[in-house]
């Protein structure tokens, strides 16, 4: 096989390893101990020093349990719902450059699984698959609650979609092209470049950002957007009859999804493995460099994502609408007009 | 290579779109068109159509698709039953002239498809920006009035599923006496959903 | 060894009978609805393979529109499939009997 088709594996391993091998084992422990910690008292701390074993524990704890399906359930869409959990949360890092690109014995390969044309495209899309988990499992558990939790959950996704999509287009109006590298190449110059304005899009767009953000909460199912599971209305609403290993491929499937979304947030907003004026050092230095930063820059929205869980109320059905039709998407068709307008003045 | 995976993939499209157009339950067919399309992107991506294969999976899989699955919970639309009076002859009739009619159409399409050896793949092809240069400067009318044509859905989407508000009354469904097709479902209110 | 372009037309060919005979033959009005998006995928095929064949962007163009006018098909048929069921209680095409002679 060729270099590049090792190098495609490489990257690919390298993705999967840090998101199924660390982010989900340790979002569990960051949670538990975050929400602790913002609710005044000590989280898991038995398990280990500082409780850091208490992921373990719980895998040990899910393995073991019994599998039960219920016997009015509809087997085929049940156990088809935690399987599809997985589909988006493990296909949409694909696109995200994690790194500046790297001369490997006279190949030219760049820090991306998948290059292609249609970079941001290919994101949306195969996030747009979460909702079929949703709506399966709520189906298939023939359950009052799950069913109401999956109607409740696709009308949520399908209407954040929209302003989320709008967003991006966006960030991509002044980038001209799909492809996530780009865009970080177009964040990584200090304010002024060609008589333009190239700056981080938190700044440069900050309206659409703020779009964005609101809208990952929504997609990703995370308080104040959680209705779907709502624990206080719902039981569990689509997750009311699932338990062991089906439970914990949904709440992996939803950990990893919550990562995946913070890089791309970091990548299309606050510029992914690039520091403003910062050109990071040819070779696996600047490779590990910018891997560290993009990663650090996830870290940190991962730590916002737990905090704001712990923060806000629970949004209604109807304000959850009205906010994602009413607010946002009006909001992110002015910011695309908006940058339009600025891109033919030739500001950005 | 690339006809192990196109193949695989066709083959895939048409083991379920058989199950689309066979299974007695809607959901099933429902998720089976899932898989059709999503092979059907793959495709897509094969022809140098990137764009409209994540377009295909973003806006048909990932919202039509939703919103069938949608109706189907809400209407509880239930396995088609069996017909009260079962004639198997019929079926097979179905089945030969939907073999000839797959065949023709094949033959047809076949003879008159021109050079079969393609130009390798271009970038200029594939590139989304020429795409929508042609969209915005040579079809700008059709899209203009696309535009204008879903929001003519969306107005008449709204009118005609909302729930009849107060005073409106609907009009009585008539006596139904229809025996070849069953008892009536026993679930009221369609209209209150959350 | 490339895939020949009349490949990917026979599929098409196979996909849009497979969704004739699922329009014709079935009695829930949901699975004819998805038959007749089968059929409108076919077509799309078709037209992409030809775009490619052809070296043409513009069916790409047209895919594009087929894709957008499908979506609102399938909003307002729907819709009406709400409505009736509000209606008859069914969406049973042989209980929807209302115009027949």
């Not at chain 1, 990893?256 to 070779?283: D, E, H, K």
């Not at chain 2, 729930?163 to 409106?168: I, K, M, Q, Y």
């Not at chain 3, 609102?72 to 209980?95: C, H, K, Q, S």
Request: hydrophobic letters at 60%.
């Amino acid at each position: 096989m060729s270099i590049e088709t090792w190098a495609t594996l490489a990257k690919f391993a390298v993705w999967l390893a840090a998101l199924m091998g660390i982010v989900a084992p340790i979002m569990v422990w960051v949670e538990r101990r975050g929400m602790a910690l913002i609710q005044d008292r000590r989280g898991p701390n038995r398990v280990g020093p500082f409780g850091l074993i208490q992921p373990l524990a719980d895998a040990l704890k899910f393995i073991f349990k019994e599998e039960i399906v219920p016997t009015a359930a509809d087997r085929t869409m049940y156990l088809l719902g935690p399987i599809l959990a997985l589909v988006p949360a493990l296909t949409t890092f694909l696109v995200i450059p994690m790194a500046p690109d790297l001369d490997f014995r006279g190949h030219h390969i760049p820090m991306v699984v998948i290059d292609g044309e249609a970079g941001v495209l290919l994101f949306l899309a195969l996030s747009s698959l979460g909702v079929y988990s949703l709506v399966t499992s709520g189906y298939g558990s023939n359950n009052k609650y799950s069913q109401m939790g999956a109607v409740r959950a696709s009308a949520q996704l399908i209407s954040y979609e929209l302003a989320m999509a709008m967003a991006i287009l966006a960030v991509l109006l002044p980038v001209g092209s799909f492809r996530l590298s780009e865009v970080v190449a177009w964040q990584q110059h200090h304010l002024w470049h060609d008589g333009k304005v190239h700056v981080w899009n938190v700044i440069a767009q900050l309206p659409g950002f703020l779009v964005f953000l609101i809208a990952s909460f929504a997609e990703t199912n995370r308080l104040p957007f959680d209705l779907p599971e709502a624990e206080s209305e719902l039981v569990s609403g689509y997750g009311t009859e699932y338990g062991s290993m089906k439970w914990a491929l949904f709440f992996m499937g939803e950990y990893i999804n919550m990562a995946s979304l913070s890089a791309l947030m970091s990548t299309l907003y606050l510029g992914g493995w690039s520091l403003p004026g910062v050109t990071l050092p040819a070779g696996w230095l600047g490779v590990a460099a910018g891997a560290g930063i993009l990663a650090t820059k996830v870290v940190l929205w991962m730590f916002f994502f737990v905090w704001v869980r712990f923060t806000f109320p629970r949004f209604r059905y109807d304000q959850l609408m009205a906010l994602g039709w009413k607010v946002l998407l009006p909001i992110s068709l002015l910011t695309l007009v908006a940058v339009a307008a600025l891109t033919v003045a030739g500001v950005y | 290579m690339e006809v192990a995976v196109f193949v695989t993939f066709a083959l895939l499209a048409v083991a379920f779109a058989i199950v689309v157009v066979a299974h007695p339950h809607p959901v099933k067919s429902t998720m089976s068109m899932v898989v059709v399309l999503f092979c059907l992107a793959v495709l897509f991506t094969m022809l140098g159509a990137p764009m409209i294969a994540a377009l295909q999976v973003l806006v048909y899989t990932g919202a039509i698709l939703v919103l069938f699955l949608f109706v189907i919970m809400l209407l509880n639309v239930g396995r088609e039953r069996a017909p009260v009076v079962d004639r198997p002859a019929q079926r097979w009739v179905a089945l030969v002239a939907a073999a000839f009619f797959a065949g023709f159409l094949g033959m047809l399409l076949w003879r008159t498809h021109g050079p079969d050896t393609l130009e390798p793949l271009t970038p200029d092809y594939l590139s989304i920006h020429r795409l929508s240069w042609e969209l915005f400067t040579t079809w700008i009318l059709p899209f203009e009035l696309v535009g204008l044509l879903l929001l003519v859905a969306v107005v008449a989407a709204y009118v005609l599923a909302r729930a009849p508000r107060p005073g409106e009354v609907p009009p009585a469904p008539p006596a139904e006496v229809d025996a070849a097709a069953g008892p009536k479902p026993a679930r009221a209110a369609a209209g209150s959903h959350p | 060894m490339s895939v020949p372009i009349s490949w990917y037309l026979v599929l098409a060919a196979l996909l849009f009978a497979i969704g004739t005979v699922g329009a014709l033959t079935r009695r829930n009005g949901i699975t004819i609805f998805l038959s007749i998006e089968l059929m409108l995928n076919s077509v799309n095929l078709l037209i992409v393979a030809y775009a490619r064949l052809l070296g043409d962007q513009g069916g790409q163009v047209i895919v594009f529109f087929v894709l957008a006018v499908a979506a609102a098909e399938a909003a307002i048929g729907l819709a009406l499939y709400i409505a009736v069921y509000r209606l008859r209680r069914t969406i049973d095409i042989n209980r929807l009997t209302l115009l027949r002679w």
